[in-house]
């Protein structure tokens, strides 16, 4: 059954330290889990069923533009990535839409969360009367209320249908399918767990097994791995044993690795864990497997707008290009959670916590 819960464990989850805001979660419980990014970087179990106002319930969190220059001031106590010109943020206990200038533009009264919006649409979430659960739905830029709130958990759309979870009696999470934008099922609920179309596949799950449909809701690759990520830049990422390989999407594996714990690709680059001799490390590999980016960062995300966030041995925040070089250097100022997305970079802006700051000021004045 499921409850209500404080917005203070709402959203930990779209990531890890090396996932984009793409919400490409990797959800495995794999026997070897010290070795996975999710254990690595200290983050929660995945669950691929919330991300949108992103962060954790620290902040403030402020934007910042590829320079590092602060555009938005610090004041939320979440913030979400850019998508269409607008950011959802959570302001005064209040979930808002800001524009890049930091100007409220839309507040959807109706609901106590909400989320990025993908080809005019986000999902919204709507508590029941009595506070035992929630229902989803979706909104328009207006705020409007364009599919009423009965869903267990919806997703963004993608070029038309959207992931959704059924309720199973009232409180209980039922099967999923995939809804088109008046909320009608287009792909019937069956799955046990679905996610957003990437590309022409989507990843779905089917007992504790991962398979992936087409828009059809054809099977296209049947439910066998324990462990498999969406498909980004036409490779997903699987296990084969104990190391990390990359498979096409005709099912075929295309590319064989030696790490235990790796991304997906994004811009050209997948992040990978490495044991070194000063412990384990985060770097990069290119397509052919070859290391793009010599493992040097404590903690690092993937790229997004051809920057990626990094962590350096002294606990410090930067960003990177595409040849490990720092483009924003490392800072005390702010910092950058694994555990969201908040951090990539969006529409040319990116959401980072300024508690760092605020705690050394508060120090100085003792």
């Given at each position: 059954?499921?409850?209500?819960?404080?917005?203070?464990?709402?959203?930990?989850?779209?990531?890890?330290?090396?996932?984009?805001?793409?919400?490409?979660?990797?959800?495995?419980?794999?026997?070897?889990?010290?070795?996975?990014?999710?254990?690595?970087?200290?983050?929660?179990?995945?669950?691929?069923?919330?991300?949108?106002?992103?962060?954790?319930?620290?902040?403030?969190?402020?934007?910042?533009?590829k320079?590092?220059?602060?555009?938005?001031?610090?004041?939320?106590?979440r913030?979400?990535?850019f998508?269409?010109?607008?950011?959802?943020?959570?302001?005064?206990?209040?979930?808002?839409?800001?524009?890049?200038?930091?100007?409220?533009?839309?507040v959807?009264?109706?609901?106590?969360?909400?989320y990025?919006?993908?080809?005019?649409?986000?999902?919204?979430?709507?508590?029941?009367?009595?506070?035992?659960?929630?229902?989803?739905?979706?909104?328009?830029?207006?705020?409007?209320?364009?599919?009423?709130?009965?869903?267990y958990?919806?997703?963004?759309?993608?070029?038309?249908?959207?992931?959704?979870?059924?309720?199973?009696?009232?409180?209980?999470?039922?099967?999923?399918?995939?809804?088109?934008?008046?909320?009608n099922?287009?792909?019937?609920?069956?799955?046990?767990r679905?996610?957003?179309?990437?590309?022409?596949?989507?990843?779905?799950?089917?007992?504790?097994?991962?398979?992936?449909?087409?828009?059809?809701?054809?099977?296209?690759?049947?439910?066998?791995?324990?462990?498999?990520?969406?498909?980004?830049?036409?490779?997903?990422?699987?296990?084969?044993?104990?190391?990390?390989?990359?498979?096409?999407?005709?099912?075929?594996?295309?590319?064989?690795?030696?790490?235990?714990?790796?991304?997906?690709?994004?811009?050209?680059?997948?992040?990978?864990?490495?044991?070194?001799?000063s412990?384990?490390?985060?770097?990069?590999?290119?397509?052919?497997?070859?290391?793009?980016?010599?493992?040097?960062?404590?903690?690092?995300?993937?790229?997004?707008?051809?920057?990626?966030?990094?962590?350096?041995?002294?606990?410090?925040?930067?960003y990177?290009?595409?040849?490990?070089?720092?483009?924003?250097?490392?800072?005390?100022?702010?910092t950058?959670?694994?555990?969201?997305?908040?951090?990539?970079?969006?529409e040319?802006?990116a959401?980072?916590?300024?508690?760092?700051?605020?705690?050394?000021?508060?120090?100085?004045?003792?």
């Open positions: 059954m499921r409850k209500a819960v404080l917005l203070t464990g709402l959203l930990p989850l779209i990531a890890l330290a090396l996932l984009s805001c793409n919400g490409n979660v990797d959800d495995s419980t794999k026997k070897d889990s010290g070795w996975s990014f999710r254990e690595y970087t200290k983050t929660a179990p995945g669950d691929i069923k919330r991300g949108g106002v992103v962060g954790l319930d620290t902040g403030p969190y402020g934007y910042i533009d320079t590092g220059a602060v555009v938005i001031p610090p004041q939320f106590v913030a979400g990535r998508s269409e010109g607008l950011a959802a943020v959570i302001v005064h206990g209040k979930c808002v839409y800001i524009d890049k200038s930091g100007k409220t533009v839309l959807p009264d109706r609901y106590y969360m909400a990025h919006f993908s080809e005019g649409l986000a999902a919204a979430e709507e508590l029941t009367v009595d506070g035992g659960g929630w229902y989803f739905g979706y909104i328009d830029k207006t705020g409007k209320t364009v599919i009423e709130p009965k869903f958990w919806a997703g963004p759309f993608s070029e038309g249908l959207a992931p959704a979870t059924e309720y199973k009696e009232k409180t209980d999470e039922g099967k999923s399918g995939y809804i088109d934008k008046k909320g099922w287009v792909i019937k609920p069956q799955y046990d679905a996610s957003s179309f990437f590309g022409e596949f989507a990843r779905i799950k089917i007992g504790e097994k991962y398979g992936f449909i087409d828009r059809n809701g054809k099977m296209v690759i049947e439910p066998k791995y324990e462990s498999a990520l969406n498909f980004s830049e036409g490779l997903a990422k699987i296990y084969i044993g104990e190391t990390c390989a990359y498979m096409g999407t005709s099912g075929e594996v295309v590319l064989h690795t030696k790490y235990r714990a790796a991304d997906s690709f994004y811009e050209g680059l997948a992040g990978v864990v490495v044991d070194t001799e412990g384990l490390k985060l770097g990069y590999i290119d397509k052919t497997g070859k290391v793009a980016i010599a493992p040097d960062f404590d903690l690092a995300l993937s790229f997004s707008e051809g920057l990626a966030a990094a962590k350096d041995s002294d606990g410090k925040w930067g990177i290009n595409k040849k490990g070089k720092w483009v924003i250097k490392p800072t005390g100022d702010w950058v959670h694994p555990e969201s997305d908040a951090g990539n970079f969006s040319g802006l959401a980072v916590d300024f508690t760092p700051k605020l705690l050394s000021e508060k120090n100085k004045d003792k």
